[in-house]
Each structure stands twice: as C-alpha cells, then as structure tokens.
C-alpha cells in the first residue's frame, strides 16, 4: 500500500519551516512510500561497518527528535541538531553540505561541529544548532 502526507497536513508535518509554495511545490510532488517497507527486514545495516553521520531535525513531525536520536545513538552516528523540519537538507542545506563534507572525508576529519552559519540566510548558528560526537 501507498502512503502520502495529505496536503492539508503537509506542510506542518514534513516542511514546517520553507515557505507555503515550498511546501505546496513539495507536496504536489511527493513519491508514494510504501507501508510495507515498515515491517520487512532491511539486512545488515551498512552502519555496522562504516562509520555514519545524522542530522538530527529537532522540530521534526513525521520522525520525532527521539526516535533520531536512538537512530543515531544505535549507529554510533557523529550527530548534529537544528531547529528543522523533517526537510532539514532543504532549510539547513550548509549545515547539510557541511556534515556531508565531514563525512565525505572520513577517516581523516574530526567529528563533525556545528558551520558557523545554519539558517537559510545565513545568520549566525547560535542556540539553534549543536554538535555532539555520537561515538
């Protein structure tokens, strides 16, 4: 079966925090997800034997900010936080880029930290971003 995010509901649940034609543009055109995904057997993680990363959307509503970070604890992800959507590449695209970067770099580079910038404009992290080494 198919699921969809109901364009009545979509915006406060998946893209709170992009603008309402963001988030119409986003809703009109969602791909299906399938409910079966959510009881079948995945196989062995790849975290089990790479390091992995995860950004962790604190103001989330399809994937609450605790089931993320029992996600990331369980990986033993490096972790960052933002005050973001469950779009955060999209809202927090630097703060994305930079812990890709981090990644991409792997083993070379330092546990991620928080870019000196994290909004879409570009203003200072401040309070709305953290930076904690899940190992």
């Known amino acids: 079966m198919d699921g969809y995010v109901k364009r ?18 986003l809703w ?8 079966a995904t959510l009881s079948e057997a995945s196989g ?18 399809l994937i609450p900010p605790a089931a993320q970070r029992f996600m990331a604890a369980r990986a033993g992800a490096h972790t960052i936080e933002v005050e973001a959507s469950h779009v955060a590449m999209i809202s927090q695209s630097r703060t994305t880029a930079a812990l890709i970067g981090k990644a991409a770099r792997w ?29």
Not at 8 to 25: H, P, T, Y
């Open 44 to 61: 062995e993680p790849a975290w089990s034997t790479i390091p992995s990363y995860y950004l962790v959307a604190r103001e989330d509503n």
């Open 107 to 135: 083993p070379t580079s330092p546990p991620p930290t928080a870019p000196a910038s994290s909004t879409r404009t570009g203003g200072p992290a401040g309070p709305s971003c953290s930076a904690t080494d899940g190992r």
């Open 28 to 35: 009109a055109t969602q791909r299906p997800g399938d409910t």
């Open 8 to 25: 009545s509901a979509f915006r406060e649940v998946f893209a709170g925090d992009l603008s309402r034609s963001e988030a119409d543009l």
